[in-house]
């Protein structure tokens, strides 16, 4: 079980502390996002957790962070994901390899993967795995003592940043528990408790709080001082990966995707009201079947919307969303330079200043 383990550091007045969280094996966007935000020495970089797996390279992300760490100014803490593979290695080897075998088939790969090609080593039977746990921490010695010693909160005078929450502002009182309550914690932006410092964190997809539209921007709550700051970086289609900026107590944010970007030919109204479905309460009740759209209520909430058919999932009785939706269209201007996420029948889901809505409009790819 993981221990918690508080560090700290003092910025200097007015230096600059960037932050990020979740990069979750894009360490392509990473680079991408401190070139696009000027990162220097005279800034601090501050990664709340969650390196790996989903992307497309864990190894080469956690060892581009290995290397930017020996930095003085950069600080990276803890994540779920980072501790639940770490715990992974020291437990049975039979589970771990059943988490090889499933990442492999929904996302492509992890990290456990990527190390034991990197050893040779096949991972296909348990006897492969009992011999990858004794061989892995020799050979990636670096990488994995750099995991185990991340510390699960990074306190300055003004902020704390902690991957996924706390329950409260008495550190002393958390110390030597285990980790895992503030590496992964349910909605902690719907948590009531007021901080005096700010606290932010990552883990949690800021757009799973928005009721309306796909919302990637960073959620910043001035009564309670907490911020949330996961762009769903690997998780979302239209995801990003998000650069919280603090200089002098104020806040400003950039983000990097790799989306293709397109130019606007016609203007488009945003909706006056809409509807975001997302994963965490997918289920739906079908009022009116469509040619290619149908309309439906929201359980969880009982509000209304029609959703693309293709969304659309019948199982067990149960009619559901296959993954977030929302009925959003987006307001934008012609020569309006905005990410193009999908096509669906001819419309786009594209995605302007971190928020994605569809478009019936034209467009023209960049
Ligand atoms: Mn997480």
Same mark, same amino acid.
């Not at 998000?242 to 293709?260: A, E, H, R, V």
């Not at 359980?299 to 009925?327: F, I, M, P």
């Given at each position: 079980?993981?221990?918690?383990? #508080?560090?700290?550091?003092?910025?200097?007045?007015?230096?600059?502390?960037?932050?990020?969280?979740?990069?979750?094996?894009?360490?392509?966007?990473?680079? %991408?996002?401190?070139?696009?935000?000027?990162? /220097?020495?005279?800034? !601090?970089?501050? !990664?709340?957790?969650?390196? !790996?797996?989903?992307?497309?390279?864990?190894?080469?992300?956690?060892?581009?962070?290995? &290397?930017?760490?020996?930095?003085?100014?950069?600080?990276?803490? +803890?994540? =779920?994901?980072?501790?639940?593979?770490? &715990?992974?290695?020291?437990?049975?080897?039979?589970?771990?390899?059943?988490?090889?075998?499933?990442?492999?088939?929904?996302?492509?790969?992890?990290?456990?993967?990527?190390?034991?090609?990197?050893?040779?080593?096949?991972?296909?039977?348990?006897?492969?795995?009992?011999?990858?746990?004794?061989?892995? =921490?020799?050979?990636?010695?670096?990488?994995?003592?750099?995991?185990?010693?991340?510390?699960?909160?990074?306190?300055?005078?003004?902020?704390?940043?902690?991957?996924?929450?706390?329950?409260?502002?008495? *550190?002393?009182?958390?110390?030597?528990?285990? %980790?895992?309550?503030?590496?992964?914690?349910?909605?902690?932006?719907?948590?009531? $408790?007021?901080?005096?410092?700010?606290?932010?964190?990552?883990?949690?997809?800021?757009?799973? $709080?928005?009721?309306?539209?796909?919302?990637?921007?960073?959620? @910043?709550?001035?009564?309670?001082?907490? +911020?949330? #700051?996961?762009?769903?970086?690997?998780?979302?289609?239209?995801?990003?990966? =998000?650069?919280?900026? #603090?200089?002098?107590?104020?806040?400003?944010?950039?983000?990097?995707?790799?989306?293709?970007?397109?130019? #606007?030919?016609?203007? &488009?109204?945003?909706?006056?009201?809409?509807?975001?479905?997302?994963?965490?309460?997918?289920?739906?009740?079908? !009022?009116?079947?469509?040619? /290619?759209?149908?309309?439906?209520?929201?359980?969880?909430?009982?509000?209304?919307?029609?959703?693309?058919? /293709?969304?659309?999932?019948?199982?067990?009785?149960?009619?559901?969303?296959?993954?977030? $939706?929302?009925?959003?269209?987006?307001?934008?201007?012609?020569?309006?330079?905005?990410?193009?996420?999908?096509?669906?029948?001819?419309?786009?889901?594209?995605?302007?200043?971190? @928020?994605?809505?569809?478009?019936?409009?034209?467009?023209? *790819?960049?």
């Amino acid at each position: 079980m993981p221990q918690m383990v #508080i560090h700290t550091f003092n910025p200097k007045p007015e230096q600059r502390i960037l932050v990020t969280s979740d990069v979750h094996g894009y360490g392509h966007w990473l680079q %991408a996002l401190l070139v696009q935000s000027k990162f /220097s020495l005279d800034d !601090i970089l501050v !990664i709340i957790g969650d390196l !790996i797996e989903k992307g497309p390279d864990s190894l080469g992300t956690l060892r581009q962070v290995v &290397q930017l760490e020996q930095q003085s100014n950069v600080y990276v803490t +803890m994540g =779920n994901v980072d501790a639940g593979r770490l &715990q992974m290695l020291d437990g049975n080897p039979a589970e771990l390899l059943q988490y090889t075998d499933f990442m492999r088939r929904h996302w492509g790969g992890c990290l456990f993967d990527q190390m034991a090609r990197e050893i040779g080593v096949p991972l296909e039977t348990s006897e492969d795995a009992r011999r990858f746990c004794k061989e892995v =921490n020799r050979y990636f010695d670096q990488e994995l003592s750099f995991l185990r010693s991340r510390p699960t909160i990074l306190e300055t005078p003004d902020y704390i940043f902690v991957h996924s929450g706390i329950p409260h502002e008495r *550190l002393w009182e958390l110390k030597e528990t285990v %980790a895992w309550p503030y590496l992964k914690t349910d909605l902690f932006m719907c948590q009531e $408790y007021c901080f005096d410092r700010w606290v932010i964190v990552g883990d949690m997809p800021s757009t799973l $709080y928005n009721m309306c539209r796909h919302d990637c921007n960073p959620i @910043i709550d001035h009564q309670r001082h907490k +911020m949330s #700051i996961d762009g769903g970086c690997g998780l979302k289609v239209y995801g990003q990966l =998000n650069m919280l900026c #603090i200089q002098k107590g104020g806040f400003d944010f950039q983000y990097y995707d790799n989306l293709p970007k397109a130019v #606007i030919q016609t203007p &488009q109204q945003p909706s006056a009201d809409s509807v975001q479905v997302t994963y965490l309460e997918r289920k739906v009740a079908l !009022i009116q079947k469509g040619p /290619s759209q149908s309309l439906v209520r929201h359980v969880a909430t009982g509000r209304e919307l029609w959703v693309r058919n /293709s969304w659309l999932r019948y199982h067990d009785g149960q009619w559901s969303v296959k993954d977030d $939706y929302t009925d959003y269209k987006i307001g934008v201007q012609p020569g309006d330079v905005v990410s193009v996420v999908l096509q669906e029948d001819g419309d786009w889901l594209i995605k302007k200043d971190g @928020i994605a809505g569809w478009y019936t409009g034209d467009l023209e *790819l960049a």
